[in-house]
Every structure is written in C-alpha cells, then in structure tokens.
C-alpha cells in the first residue's frame, strides 16, 4: 500500500474556500513545514486517523488536552451523562462547583477559581484581575511565551533595551500594548533593570513557567527566584500562565514542581478534557476583585457549562487517582533519549529539552534558553524531518517551535515504531 493523503488534499482545498486559509487556528496550517495539513476523521488512545484512512502516532493530544489519549472511557462516560441532562442551563450547576474544587485542591495557590472557554479568556481575564487589583497598567511578559490571542499581549520587543512592546498584529492598537514591557526569558539581570526602572508601575508579569510556545524551554532556577524577588519587592503580581503545563508537568501544574506560589494561574487545556474549558484563579483576596463579589467585570454566556465541565472533571479525576505522571515522565525520558541518540548517530547538531510528558526536539546545537537562542534552529532540517515522520505515521507538531505530548495511551510499542521512524528521518535530513 503506498501512502496517500490525496483526500485530505482535496478536502483542504474546499475548505480554503469558505475558512481563512482552511484552518480555524493558524498552528494547523502546515505554514511552517510546508505542504497540506492533514484533515483528521476520528482519534483513538494514541491515534488519529485521517480521512484518507491512514493512522498516526499522535504527539499533539489536540496541543495538549489528551494527557489520557483520545476517548478516554471515563471521560467519554461522562460526557454522555452529562449530556442527558442537558447542554446549558444559564444557571449555576453543581458539576461547576466540583470542577473548581477539583482545581482548587490540585493547584498549591489557587484558592478561588472562575471557569471560562479557552486559554485566552483566561489569560485576558487574569491580567484584568491583576490590573484592577494593583490599581496599576504595565504588565511584563517574555518573548516567545505565548499567552493566547489576547490584544495586550499580542506583542513583540520595541528597539531599545526598556522600550514598550509594538503591536505584533495588524488590528492591534499601539494603545494596547503601549505598556506591556517584553523581556528575555531566562534573564533576571533584565528582569531587575526594568522593574528597577518601572516597578511601581507594573501590575503583573505573566509567563508560561514551562514556555511550550517557543518549543520547550525549561525556565533557570535563578530565573524563578527573581521572578518571585521583583514581585515581593515591588507589589506586583506574579501570574502563572499554565494552560499548557497545568496538569501535564505535575498534577498540580509547573507550580507544584517547582515549589511557587503564584499570585494567579491561568488554566486551560487539560483542564477541558478536550472540551472548551478555560479557568483563572489565585489568592482569594484577589479573586474577590471579580464580578459580582467586586467591580472587575468578566462573564460568559456558555462558561461553566455541563458537558465540558463533566469532561473536564472525568479527565482531573482519572489523573488524581491513576497518577500517571512517574510513568510519562520515563516514558518520554526513553523517547527523547532515543531521539537524541539517533540524532547524534546521523551527524545532526540537536538538543531535546524535556519536562514530564513536554518535549522539543530542536535542531539547534545550544541549549535553547530564550527565543533568540531557539531562532537560531535550522527550521528547513525541521521541516524535513517532520514530514519524513509524517509519511512514517507519526503525527508531530508542525513547527520547531511547539511541545510535543506523550500520553498515558502511547505504549512502549508506538515509542519504538516512533523511533524506527525516526532513524529513517534522521537519514533523509543529514542527507539533504
Ligand atoms: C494554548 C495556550 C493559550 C491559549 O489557549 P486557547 O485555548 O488556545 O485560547 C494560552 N497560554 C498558553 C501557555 C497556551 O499554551
């Protein structure tokens, strides 16, 4: 049988005419990689299978969600029993109730918690929060962290060493990013300068405490500790953005590995068990600044709804009791082991940060710090090596500069198929 992915070719090309660019969120497009993304029927534990009828190795789990794998029973159990009862009642429902309490009693500093529909609501509302809180504007954020398509943070470095961020999309206002300051990750010296400069002006800096949105970097614990110092220091808040690490790098997010309370943690994610679910939470003297208990407004006509929040608990439930994060950890330590080996067997300059079940394999021979290191990838030996996996069956993220995902569906026997594959890759990259 040869390889073909002719229908999803045809299917995409339909879909680019009625969808801006066939996709409903850029990453999918294959813009970094080239070619024709693959249009997905149905995903199973470790697999999905596209419409062509190939199967592939999922390494994404949707970007994220499907720690479990796809269809997990308990969560699809309790999808269905929720939607038996109804999809949205506009009123306040117990499932809601149990889903914070789930949160609450995973995340170390999270003591009140809103439900929202996606990672962006989240991180848009935290910043509010911490706007309103601190009665202050500036926020700092870090260069190559991604926080969602929020206005305020679509935003990359102006010139100078301490100049405000510049709009980093079109139909973004200058007003609005006019006073997000952007950092170097991993750099406290900076970190010191601008709050030295500006600290009482700012409300809040927000960071992934794992980027997974520049590929994985893992953050210095010299890092941290300033992280935590400026704040202490200056009244400013310190907000966890942990849609993608909450509930994959530790049950109770990269916060709980490391040891650090944060002021607010964003959520999103894992925590919908492949529905819409976003959440944002923190101290509650904060968290009491939101409407109606205080005058911060945010709301949401579907937030908090049944079939997702059922979801969402099945997933959080499943994962406090199998705990299946010791298990991931060695199964991916396995994987990029082997990755790296084989990399380093084919003459291919690489490194493979891993935290949990995260992994990058970056073709970039330094350790990938900061965005400015990890730009310096060959992205072309990437787009290569990811479309040899494809062909192979294995489904990686389509750009150097995303996480990739085991599950606790992969078996040891996708980990090998995943490493025969990679070998063939590794060959076709160093030979090109
Ligand atoms: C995915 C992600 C977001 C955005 O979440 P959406 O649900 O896509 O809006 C925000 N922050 C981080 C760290 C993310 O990984």
């Not at 949160?103 to 509302?125: K, L, Q």
């Not at 904060?286 to 099945?314: C, D, E, F, R, W």
């Not at 010791?326 to 991916?332: I, R, V």
């Amino acid at each position: 049988m040869t390889f073909t992915q002719r229908q999803s070719q045809e299917h995409f090309l339909r879909a680019q005419k009625s969808i801006p660019g066939g996709v409903n969120s850029p990453a999918r497009a294959f813009g970094a990689v080239g070619g024709s993304p693959v249009v997905m029927d149905r995903a199973d534990g470790a697999y999905l299978f596209d419409i062509d009828g190939n199967r592939y190795i999922d390494y994404i789990g949707s970007w994220g969600p499907h720690i479990l794998g796809h269809r997990h029973p308990a969560v699809i159990d309790a999808i269905h029993a929720a939607l038996a009862k109804g999809t949205s009642f506009g009123a306040p429902c117990e499932l809601e109730t149990q889903l914070a309490e789930l949160v609450i009693d995973a995340v170390p500093s999270i003591e009140r918690v809103r439900m929202v529909n996606s990672g962006t609501e989240a991180t848009m509302s935290a910043i509010r929060v911490a706007r309103g809180f601190t009665g202050r504007n500036v926020l700092v954020k870090f260069a190559g962290c991604y926080h969602g398509h929020v206005d305020s943070l679509l935003v990359k470095a102006g010139s100078g060493a301490l100049t405000l961020g510049t709009p980093s999309s079109p139909g973004v206002p200058p007003g609005c990013t006019a006073d997000t300051i952007v950092l170097e990750y991993n750099d406290p010296q900076r970190l010191d300068e601008a709050f030295t400069a500006r600290g009482k002006e700012i409300a809040a800096i927000i960071l992934e405490p794992v980027v997974g949105n520049m590929g994985v970097v893992i953050p210095t614990p010299e890092f941290l500790k300033a992280l935590q110092n400026v704040c202490q220091k200056y009244g400013s808040l310190l907000i966890f953005d942990e849609v993608m690490t909450g509930f994959r790098v530790a049950y109770g997010g990269a916060q709980a590995r490391f040891g650090i309370r944060p002021d607010l943690t964003t959520l999103g994610k894992i925590i919908g068990g492949g529905l819409p679910v976003g959440a944002y939470g923190g101290r509650a003297d904060i968290m009491n600044v939101v409407s109606p208990v205080g005058p911060v407004y945010q709301a949401g006509t579907l937030s908090g709804n049944p079939v997702a929040m059922a979801s969402g608990i099945a997933t959080l439930t499943r994962l406090k009791e199998s705990n299946p994060y010791p298990q991931l950890e060695s199964m991916t330590k396995l994987l990029v082991t082997g990755l790296s080996k084989l990399a380093t067997d084919a003459g291919i300059p690489h490194t493979i940060p891993q935290v949990g079940s995260m992994f990058t394999l970056f073709f970039n021979p330094s350790v990938v710090t900061n965005l400015e290191v990890a730009s310096k990838s060959d992205t072309k030996a990437f787009a290569r090596y990811f479309h040899a996996m494809l062909e192979r069956g294995i489904y990686l993220a389509c750009s150097q500069f995303e996480a990739n995902f085991v599950s606790a569906a992969h078996t040891d026997a996708d980990l090998n198929a995943t490493l025969n594959a990679a070998k063939q890759a590794f060959k076709i990259v160093a030979a090109a």
